[in-house]
């Protein structure tokens, strides 16, 4: 068995955490925060491995090119 954790694991520790740092405070809008600090990280690896080939990068991803790279300007990860 692999000692590694899985990023659904990741992601779960990391809201256990987040609701614990609340400390009973109400958290508001987390979905679009969770998806934004989740997005930003993703596209940066995957532009990284794909060799900054936004074409590839796209495909990985499974979005079109240009919703690629409006993204990445939206997080300010162009060259």
């Not at 899985?6 to 679009?32: K, T």
């Amino acid at each position: 068995m692999s000692d590694k954790k899985h990023i659904e694991d990741c992601i779960r520790d990391g809201l256990e955490d987040y609701f614990s740092d609340l400390d009973g405070v109400e958290p508001a809008a987390m979905y679009d925060m969770i998806l934004k600090v989740v997005e930003r990280p993703l596209l940066d690896v995957v532009m990284q491995h794909a060799d900054h080939n936004q074409s590839r990068a796209a495909e990985w991803l499974g979005i079109n090119r240009n919703t690629l790279r409006r993204k990445l300007v939206e997080h300010k990860l162009t060259k």
